[in-house]
């Protein structure tokens, strides 16, 4: 288990290092997925729920919250 969640962790790493050439939309929307993902999981796990399930309800909310910051972004030119 503990190979998986560093896995996990390596995997996150190196999809936040191919963001260099994204708009700022992309890049919020794959940072906040992650950061989601990884949120949801933890909580999840913390509260003895499953933590798969709190790993993707919590990537798709922050997807969300990301996409959205992110399109503010690109469209005041930060």
């Not at 790493?13 to 794959?30: E, K, S, V, Y």
């Not at 913390?46 to 922050?62: C, E, N, V």
Request: include cysteine; aromatic fraction near 4%.
């Amino acid at each position: 288990m503990k190979r998986l969640h560093w896995m996990a962790i390596v995997s996150a790493i190196a999809l936040m290092a191919g963001c260099t050439d994204m708009t700022p939309q992309q890049q919020g929307t794959m940072s906040g997925a992650a950061i989601g993902a990884a949120g949801g999981a933890g909580i999840a796990a913390i509260s003895g729920g499953d933590a798969w399930t709190g790993a993707a309800i919590g990537g798709l909310a922050g997807g969300v919250a990301g996409n959205i910051r992110g399109g503010r972004q690109q469209q005041m030119g930060w």
